[in-house]
């Protein structure tokens, strides 16, 4: 009798874990997709996905994990309305009012842990390096020389010349000094010079 009702408990706990597995939900593959979308627009990778309230709708704000891409703010629609981040922070300008009007954002995706310690781009600072038109961009020495930009110039790339291309945290960035932030804050936007 006891055999019976351990086997019945068994069977039962099986069966429950095994309902238990979360199906991907349409938010999942909507998420994915946009994802899938962004990445391709760029040549960096999604770190993270919020999804907020931003002017009384809903929108799923997509962040790259590094450098000076532009993370895209979508609908529910797959629409882009705008970008935040970029070179100078302040995205593609469609929505300047984004980070003080947002609200109730949870985190709803993020990277695997394991994916992002094989994304390791440096070790070093010779792992760094610099490209672009303009010598703008700074990421892995050996897939920038293959960055293709716009060739124009904007004032704030002049503040570069004032900061190096390094190794911090394991991702080649711009060090962010105090002279570099300064320059950057002086040169507003301003007109492009091609």
């Known amino acids: 009798m006891k055999k019976i009702i351990f086997i019945c408990l068994l069977i039962l706990v099986i069966l429950i874990s095994g309902c238990a597995q979360e199906k991907p939900t349409q ?21 993270l996905v919020e999804k907020c309230i931003y002017k009384d ?4 704000h997509l962040v790259a994990g590094c450098c000076d ?17 970029g070179l100078t922070g302040r995205g593609d300008g469609k929505c300047p009012d984004f980070f003080e009007r ?35 961009i700074c990421g892995q020495k050996d897939k ?23 190794c911090v945290d394991n991702k080649c960035q711009w060090e962010e000094t105090s002279e570099f932030l ?13």
Not at 27 to 47: M, N, R, W
Not at 128 to 133: A, L, V
């Open 27 to 47: 938010e999942d593959k909507f998420v994915k997709d946009l994802i899938a979308k962004e990445e391709g627009e760029q040549l960096g990778t999604i770190e």
């Open 57 to 60: 709708q809903t929108i799923y």
């Open 69 to 85: 891409f532009f993370n895209g703010v979508y609908n529910k629609n797959s629409d882009k309305i705008c970008s935040t981040g």
């Open 102 to 136: 947002r609200k109730n954002c949870e985190l709803i995706w993020e990277a695997s842990s394991s994916q992002q310690s094989e994304e390791k781009e440096c070790i070093t600072d010779t792992d760094c390096g610099i490209g672009g038109c303009s010598g703008q």
């Open 144 to 166: 920038v020389k293959d960055i293709i930009t716009i060739c124009e110039w904007r004032e704030e790339y002049d503040c570069y010349r004032k900061t190096a291309c390094s």
């Open 182 to 194: 300064d320059c950057i804050a002086s040169k507003s936007s301003a007109a492009v010079i091609t």
